[in-house]
């Protein structure tokens, strides 16, 4: 069974540049999350999607973080204009269902400098 | 104060020895524990899982619950090389909107040959 694939897996921008990353789910999964990991903490939540809805997006910075899921399959996060705190690793997770026993599987992730 | 705590080390041991990991949390309506693994430049894996209060044994891997402290464990057996990676603590509750899973800032393990 193929994993959640991400990419680009690397990308360096200057601040105030634009950049999106894509992510492509485990087949049937119907929930998808983007979560980022500054280094040294871990993931947290920026949205989260149930098929192509947004169920959480509460600690997504909206003036410039932008996500969608169209048809309910692949996803896509987009930063613009960046600022150099958000050079993180941006991991797409999916999971067949939402709730208690939904279990995460996560992509490898793609890691933003920004300079 | 953090929803959950963990100690980010680093720790380092000697291989076949007994590893402890932990975490304490704030939030009590947190049901369901987690433990994953994550390898260096690779995406979170899940470990264990466990629902509310008690043990979870899986291998040499054995997760302990207690709400009661609002503490989780996770014991390593006979550590190997293999399990050198960052072990992050995640946790939810069952209500709604409460379910979003919050993790730990990871503990680095090294385990030397």
């Known amino acids: 069974e193929a994993g959640v694939a991400q990419s680009p897996r690397y990308k360096i921008i200057e601040k105030r540049q634009s950049v999106a990353f894509w992510c492509n789910p485990i087949?049937?999964?119907?929930?998808l999350y983007w979560y980022q990991q500054i280094l040294g903490q871990g993931p947290k939540l920026l949205i989260q999607?149930?098929?192509?809805?947004?169920?959480?997006d509460s600690q997504l910075p909206k003036d410039r973080f932008s996500a969608e899921r169209l048809k309910g399959v692949d996803s896509t996060l987009k930063i613009q204009p960046a600022k150099l705190e958000d050079s993180a690793v941006y991991l797409c997770?999916?999971?067949?269902?939402?709730?208690?026993?939904?279990?995460?599987?996560f992509g490898e992730g793609s890691r933003l400098t920004v300079l | 104060q953090k929803e959950v705590e963990q100690d980010p080390g680093p720790l380092s041991v000697p291989e076949g020895a007994i590893v402890s990991l932990n975490c304490t949390y704030s939030?009590?309506?947190?049901?369901?524990f987690m433990w994953y693994r994550q390898y260096s430049r690779k995406g979170p894996e899940l470990l264990m899982y466990?629902?509310?209060?008690g043990n979870k044994e899986d291998g040499r891997f054995t997760a302990q619950v207690d709400k009661s402290s609002k503490y989780i464990s996770l014991f390593i057996r006979d550590s190997q090389p293999s399990d050198s990676a960052t072990y992050l603590c995640?946790?939810?509750?069952?209500?709604?909107?409460?379910?979003?899973?919050?993790f730990g800032t990871g503990t680095r393990l090294t385990i030397i040959p």
């Open positions: 997770a999916s999971s067949l269902e939402a709730g208690e026993t939904g279990e995460l599987f």
């Open positions: 087949s049937g999964h119907a929930t």
């Open positions: 999607f149930q098929n192509n809805g947004v169920v959480d």
């Open positions: 939030n009590s309506a947190f049901q369901y």
């Open positions: 466990t629902y509310s209060s």
């Open positions: 995640a946790m939810r509750g069952s209500n709604f909107g409460n379910e979003k899973l919050t």
